[in-house]
T-cell receptor, first 113, second 112 residues
């Protein structure tokens, strides 16, 4: 129940294209869903996050879509750029109980110039 | 940069040894968490400290232990190192009652 599934494992997109990464969770107690971006040799950096009371959140080229009934959420990267090439992790949390973030296994995104 | 620093950057140990990793939290952050990230995988939650006490733990054995100090810096100690302990160890800090946590760059531990 603590698992967060993520797909695809790897993704190749042309510059200017749309990158879509999907995640699914089981534990309905999760109430915070962030996406992290990680470059090689660096720690994860928060990209965007959403709570279950909204179905979509947009920040610049990044959009989270959230489907509470299906227990799924996705990251859309519009106008993908070579600089977006990194590993992306979705996560889920029901914090304030010492139960910290559960991360998905990651998606390696490559944006071709 | 997140304001979270970790030391050392890299570390090589042999099986059976003990290691201490250090983390300095972002100013004003009283909660720190430690994660283990094996190569090609997502971070796995080890434990969390709040006001110098452990208040959450993942599925890691007792040989993984920690400390948080009054200035909110923290340590991760691992005893009796095993080969599978080779990983990137990340700490993340946040303010109490806030969801957003900020990760440090990590310490790459290699156990030979």
């Amino acid at each position: 129940q603590q698992q967060v599934k993520q797909s695809p494992q790897s993704l190749i997109v042309q510059k200017g294209g749309i990158s879509i990464i999907n995640c699914a969770y089981e534990n309905t107690a999760f109430d915070y869903f962030p996406w992290y971006q990680q470059f090689p040799g660096k720690g994860p950096a928060l990209l965007i996050a959403i709570r279950p009371d909204v179905s979509e959140k947009k920040e610049g080229r990044f959009t989270i879509s959230f489907n509470k009934s299906a227990k799924q959420f996705s990251l859309h990267i519009m106008d993908s750029q070579p600089g977006d090439s990194a590993t992306y992790f979705c996560a889920a949390s029901r914090d304030n109980y010492g139960q910290n973030f559960v991360f998905g296994p990651g998606t390696r995104l490559s944006v071709l110039p | 940069e997140t304001g979270v620093t970790q030391s050392p950057t890299h570390l090589i140990k042999t099986r059976g040894q003990q290691v201490t990793l250090r983390c300095s939290s972002q100013s004003g952050h009283n909660t720190v968490s430690w994660y283990q990230q094996a190569l090609g995988q997502g971070p796995q939650f080890i434990f969390q400290y709040y006001r110098e006490e452990e208040n959450g733990r993942g599925n890691f054995p007792p040989r993984f232990s920690g400390l948080q100090f009054p200035n909110y810096s923290s340590e991760l100690n691992v005893n009796a190192l095993e080969l599978d302990d080779s990983a990137l160890y990340l700490c993340a800090s946040r303010r109490d009652r806030e969801d957003t946590q900020y990760f440090g760059p990590g310490t790459r531990l290699t156990v030979l």
